[in-house]
């Protein structure tokens, strides 16, 4: 180094570096994931819903496998479908994954025919507590249940099944409880 002359660090050494580097991207992408949305809870009417699904048995985390499965069969079969729904029936805090039951589905329109081998429902007009919030379905389901969770504690309600997930449009879930 010269006599006189200023050492000046790269932007890129340091924490200031780290910091965009590292962590600045990863808050963005948990921002676009919608991990810091709020969850919005109201009680509300919903419904009536007609729909597609295959019954499902196991984790719940697997029911996305029959939603694929009757996806393409409902594409296979032309049949107009909208927002993929999933039906879930047990807590999982209490029934073991092997034993928890839901169905996976789409909203179909009331008249719309079904393929054979695919049930379909109809869940009518009911009053519910619906939480909503716009984030990733990997992520929606933890803060949807935890929002009404809490929820139910200030209100001094217990959680009612089946409780029934929506998903879309976009980004957008939506869980209904029968209250």
């Given at each position: 180094m010269v006599e006189g002359s200023v050492s000046r660090r790269h932007w890129s050494g340091g924490w200031v570096g780290a910091l965009l580097a590292f962590v600045l991207p990863l808050l963005l992408i948990a921002y676009f994931l919608g991990v810091f949305a709020r969850p919005q809870v109201q009680v509300?009417?919903?419904?009536?819903?007609?729909?597609?699904?295959?019954?499902?048995?196991?984790?719940y985390y697997l029911v996305n496998d029959n939603l694929q499965k009757l996806k393409k069969t409902l594409v296979l079969g032309r049949v107009p479908h909208g927002a993929a729904l999933g039906v879930f029936y047990d807590d999982p805090r209490s029934v073991p994954e092997k034993a928890r039951r839901a169905r996976a589905g789409f909203i179909l329109p009331m008249d719309?025919?079904?393929?054979?081998?695919?049930?379909?429902?109809?869940?009518?007009?009911?009053?519910?507590?619906?939480?909503?919030?716009?984030?990733?379905?990997?992520?929606?389901?933890?803060?949807?249940?935890?929002?009404?969770?809490e929820w139910l504690k200030t209100q001094g309600v217990a959680m009612h099944w089946p409780t029934l997930e929506r998903y879309g449009p976009g980004q957008v879930v939506t869980l209904e409880m029968p209250f």
């Open positions: 509300t009417e919903t419904g009536p819903y007609r729909y597609a699904y295959l019954p499902f048995q196991g984790p719309a025919q079904v393929p054979a081998g695919v049930a379909s429902d109809v869940i009518p007009r009911r009053r519910v507590v619906m939480v909503q919030v716009e984030a990733h379905p990997a992520i929606a389901p933890i803060k949807t249940y935890r929002a009404l969770d």
